[in-house]
Nanobody, 114 residues
Framework: QVRLVESGGGLVQAGGSLRLSCAAS????????MGWYRQAPGKQRELVAS???????NLADSVKGRFTISRDNAKNTVYLHMNSLKPEDTAVYYC????????WGQGTQVTVSS
């Protein structure tokens, strides 16, 4: 009953910016925790950012000062604002939403060129 649709990925040069969106549909309530993981080829999955329905956020050390996470509860959408992108940010970014279990989006590719 829950579907997460991600968008906003693409190609960008180092130093550029992207905004990822994750729209939730189905049986979703405003108190669901949501967030973003990323996984680069050959590397382990990394928790990038998380947010509660109250707006409390947490960011990985690797992206602090460059990324922010926010949500629009009216739209059931969470965003990842990525600034000052680096080549090491290249990965597939996956949105998640926590209910009784964790639901995942399909992933959106972010590629940062030097």
């Amino acid at each position: 009953q829950v579907r997460l649709v991600e968008s906003g990925g693409g190609l960008v040069q180092a130093g550029g910016s992207l905004r990822l969106s994750c729209a939730a549909s189905g049986t979703v309530r405003s108190n669901n925790a949501m967030g973003w993981y990323r996984q680069a080829p050959g590397k382990q999955r990394e928790l990038v950012a998380s947010i509660t329905s109250s707006g409390n956020t947490n960011l990985a050390d690797s992206v602090k000062g460059r990324f922010t996470i926010s949500r629009d509860n009216a739209k059931n959408t969470v965003y990842l604002h990525m600034n000052s992108l680096k080549p090491e940010d290249t990965a597939v970014y996956y949105c998640y939403l926590d209910l009784r279990i964790r639901y995942w989006g399909q992933g959106t590719q972010v590629t940062v060129s030097s």
